[in-house]
Structures are given as C-alpha cells and as structure tokens.
C-alpha cells in the first residue's frame, strides 16, 4: 500500500513538473523561433520568387505548402529532443509511413511534378487556347494535379498533369495572330485566277480577319476531281478560329456558286472497252491455224 501512495504523492507531481519545466519552455521557445523565421522570410521568398517570373499557384505550393512544411517540421523535431523525444526512432517510422504512401500516391505524385513542370516552363497559360488530348478549347484553370480546359461546346474537361506532359500539345494563342487555313476544291476546267479573285474578296469581308498580314489563295496540291486550295487568312483572337474558318468557308462556297464555277464532288470515272473484235480476230487465226 505504500508504493502505491508513493506514487501518488503530490510532492513528486511538483518535482516532476519542476523539472519537467525548463525542456517544456525550451520546446516552446524553439517552435516560436521557427514560428517567427517562417513569419520573416515568407515574404521575401515570395517576392524572390514573383521578380523570378514564377506562376502564383506555384509560388503558393512552393512558400504556403513546401517551405513551410518543412521549417515547422525541423521545428517540430528540435522541439521533441529538448523534451527527450528519441527523434531518431520517430523519423525511422516516419521514414516507413512516407514510403508507403508514395507507392499509394504515386499517379497523385507524379501529376503534381507535372503540374511543377508545367508552371516552370509555361507551355500555356489561363486564358489562351490549346489542343490537346484530343480537346481543344480555353484554359480554364491550372492546379498542380490537373488542367481544366473550357471547350467550345461549354463543357468542362479536367485532364491530368502527366498526361499533358506526356502528350503533343498545340497552343493556339502563343504568338498572338493565329492563321486560319479554310480548304476548298475546285473543278479543274475553272480558272484558278478568277477562283482567287473571287475567294480574296470574300476572305475580307470577314470582320475578324486581318488586313495585314493580307489574305491569300494558295494551290494545295493536285487532287483526284479538283484541284485543291486554302484561303489563308489572319485573327488576332486564337478564340474565333472556328468560327471565322465556318463563315469563311459558307461565304466562299456561296461566292463560287454564284459565280458559276463549280466545286466538284469526288467521283471516279471508268472507261470500258470493247473487246468483242479482238476476240473476233483471235478466234480467226485460231481457226485458220488449225485448217491449215
């Protein structure tokens, strides 16, 4: 019975707490020193990394989410060993625990080094017009996980970071004017000049289309029924490619009719031969041969 009041008694409480005490505030002296490093310098870094020219949700993954994690996490450790904390053992399982999880996570990992990458080296950006994927449409908006792009059907497509980087992606509005392609056939019993003169007067009409660079007509190649051109012409908007490319071509096909020149349709033309006065004149000499 008198261990057990022993171990009971108040005054041994208030030893332990007494010298319990100075490694208690020592731990909260070094967790509010690391507190008021990570207050300091968070603002600088910030401003480092903005006159470097990196991307805001990158600056806030980088500064909010890494660079605080780690300082309160070196922290957190010195803290623990002022206590006593055996933080060797604690690391070790901790060291286990992360590994674990990043074979769990790893598509989530590697999505988010894509995402790194994508910030780093700015292929797009919110706003400009891409085709990737098989999507083509506006960039909505870039996490580090995923790619949101806004389509011209108004439906939102989220696409993974890795599969971007992975893939060939075309950004329409990069260099500003962007060049519309409208191809077209015409019989080749018409005249190409007067074709051009037709579509150039079409081409710039258009009110999105550019007056320099100018429009042009070009011969693509030689086709089976037509020869084959492209009205060429230049936007300033990346967004209004398809619909210039539909107005253009429904005002050239218009144009060209009322003109009389004719579009033609593919169409495969055969020629047949009689063979009856060949086979006439085989049979002769064959009869001849054998009469003789």
């Known amino acids: ?14 030893d332990l707490g007494i010298a319990f005490a100075p490694k208690l505030v020592a731990a909260l002296l070094v967790l509010f020193a690391f507190w008021i490093v990570h207050r300091i310098t968070r603002p600088a870094l910030r401003s ?31 803290a623990a060993s002022q206590v006593g904390i055996n933080v060797g053992a604690a690391l070790a399982g901790l060291g286990v625990a992360g590994i674990a999880i990043g074979f769990a996570a790893q598509d989530s990992v590697a999505n988010t080094i894509a995402g790194f990458l994508i910030f780093w080296d700015k292929p797009f950006q919110v706003g400009q017009i891409v085709s990737t994927q098989g999507e083509y449409g506006e960039v909505a908006q870039i996490t580090m996980r995923t790619t949101r792009i806004r389509t011209p059907n108004n439906t939102y497509v989220v696409i993974p970071n890795r599969k971007i980087i992975e893939d060939v992606l075309v950004n329409h509005s990069m260099y500003g004017h962007t ?5 077209l056939g015409i019989a080749y019993k018409e005249d190409v000049d007067t074709a051009r003169e037709i579509l150039l007067a079409v081409a ?4 999105e289309v550019l007056d ?13 029924s037509s020869v084959d051109l ?12 398809r619909p210039v490319l539909s107005r253009v071509l429904e005002a050239s096909k218009k144009a060209l009719d009322g003109a009389g020149i004719e579009i033609p349709f593919p169409h495969l033309q055969l020629f047949l031969e009689d063979l009856r ?3 006439v004149d085989q049979m002769k000499l064959i009869t001849a041969h054998r009469a003789g």
Do not use: C, K
């Open 230 to 241: 492209a009205v060429r012409v230049w936007i300033t908007d990346a967004r209004q490619e």
């Open 277 to 279: 006065p060949r086979v």
């Open 1 to 14: 019975m008198e261990p057990t009041l022993s171990v009971l008694d108040p005054s041994r409480f208030v």
């Open 179 to 183: 060049r519309v392609d409208v191809l």
């Open 212 to 224: 320099d660079p100018a429009p042009e007509i070009v011969i693509m190649g030689l086709g089976d």
């Open 48 to 78: 480092i990394l903005r006159r470097a020219d990196f991307a805001d949700a990158l600056i806030h993954l980088l500064v909010d989410n890494i660079y605080r994690i780690v300082l309160l996490g070196f922290g957190l450790i010195m």
């Open 204 to 207: 710039g009409d258009d009110p």
